[in-house]
């Protein structure tokens, strides 16, 4: 059903007739009358921020919109963007595909926004990435995602494969774990991310003992928790996203598993979920991320005890909040170096930007639009927070279609 959604809202977006600001001095991305229309006609520039604030994603995805309006605030007291203020226009994109896309429209034409930061599921990035395209305009994507992707108007500032997913895998190798059971919610991002998982695993002399897929926002875990520990596997790599993650390690826990006799490795799971499922089901299995709220370092202490201070002593920060918050200044940086708001300028000033970011300093390659990032593995405290146990000690250099791996070369 959801694939059907998707393909329908893809249909739906390719179908909107182009739209501009009227009467608004613009700053052109090019002389294309498809081109993004940016409104800069005032002491304020217009960004949007695209997010699940309801529905199944909304766990995840309303504080990832706090951490970029935190970006915004204190970019705005630094005295904003080329002089301008940046102003923030949300909209909802209530865990539905299609919804993504109208409202991604509705930003670049009817607000012409300079740049939009949001999406959470590759479902969501995939229902947009046709409308910033077809527009020229700018997305920030903030999560960790599957690879096998470019697109010349997003920047991926979450981690892509070999800055996460494999070296979870190359974690539980280093374990002596060498059956993996993979369980994930029905749509692209599990699916493919599985797909690649068995590749490496192929190559790694490790086996996958079964793979079950529950639909996006399922409760319904008994049958696959029962499936899993049957299969008496070493380990469970979990694609699960969203409040599914808090019915899958209630049944789990039912079922009589644990971290010490049967640990997942989970790729969406973070401190704010953490919090929503209970660190009772959680203590001691395994993340793979490339931040922690508990990540050292001034960068982070600062962020850390700025959120707290906006939004709450007891909310915590996670990896995509924190790519999201880096965003931000990635934006700015590169608008800055290029003088201009112009999408297809801000393009060309993008590469090698740095940025000290609470996870550590990131860089942004030009060529692939994604970052070099830490890759960091996890452990879950009984506290709720996060504690590494193992860092790939320096930024890795992204490669989305895996083209340094011999086992990848069929994926793409």
Not at 77 to 96: C, F, N, Q, R, T
Not at 103 to 120: H, P, Q, R, Y
Not at 212 to 217: I, K
Not at 335 to 350: G, I, L, N
Request: charged share 25%.
């Amino acid at each position: 059903m959801h694939r059907r959604r998707f393909l329908a809202g893809t249909a739906a977006v390719t179908a909107v007739v182009a739209l501009s600001a009227c009467g608004a001095k613009t700053d052109s991305a090019s002389s294309s009358d498809k081109a993004a229309k940016i409104d800069v006609s005032g002491d304020t520039v217009k960004v949007g921020l695209l997010n699940s604030l309801s529905g199944t994603m909304a766990i995840s995805e309303v504080t990832v919109r706090n951490s970029l309006m935190l970006a915004i605030d204190e970019i705005n007291a630094s005295g904003g963007v080329l002089g301008k203020k940046v102003k923030p226009i949300s909209e909802d994109g209530a865990s539905d595909w299609p919804t993504f896309a109208e409202k991604a429209s509705k930003l670049i034409k009817e607000d012409a926004v300079a740049a939009t930061f949001g999406c959470w599921t590759s479902a969501s990035r995939k229902a947009v990435k046709p409308v910033f395209e077809k527009n020229k305009s700018l997305l920030f994507y903030p999560v960790q995602y599957e690879g096998l992707e470019e697109s010349p108007y997003i920047f991926y500032t979450g981690a892509t494969t070999n800055q996460q997913i494999i070296p979870g895998l190359d974690y539980l190798k280093s374990q002596g774990k060498k059956k993996l059971y993979l369980v994930g919610s029905d749509y692209v991002f599990p699916r493919t991310a599985n797909k690649e998982i068995r590749a490496y695993a192929k190559a790694n002399g490790m086996t996958i003992l079964g793979e079950d897929y529950a639909p996006l926002g399922s409760t319904e875990f008994s049958t696959i928790a029962n499936k899993v520990k049957a299969s008496k596997a070493d380990a469970v790599f979990n694609t699960l996203n969203g409040d599914s993650n808090v019915a899958f390690f209630k049944e789990y826990k039912s079922a009589g598993l644990t971290a010490k006799t049967m640990p997942v490795v989970s790729v969406s799971i973070a401190e704010e979920e953490v919090k929503s499922i209970g660190p009772q089901y959680l203590a001691d299995q395994l993340t793979a991320w490339n931040y922690y709220q508990t990540t050292e370092g001034a960068a982070n202490e600062k962020f850390v005890k700025a959120y707290k201070a906006k939004y709450g002593q007891d909310k915590p920060t996670s990896d995509p909040m924190e790519a999201a918050y880096t965003s931000v200044y990635l934006w700015k940086a590169m608008v800055e170096k290029a003088k201009s708001f112009d999408p297809e300028k801000v393009k060309a000033a993008s590469d090698g930007i740095t940025f000290d970011a609470p996870e550590g300093e990131v860089t942004v390659d030009g060529a692939s639009q994604h970052l070099y990032k830490t890759a960091r593995i996890g452990k879950i405290g009984s506290d709720g927070l996060i504690e590494e146990v193992w860092n790939s000690g320096k930024p890795i250099k992204p490669d989305p279609y895996l083209k340094g791996y011999d086992w990848a070369s069929g994926l793409s």
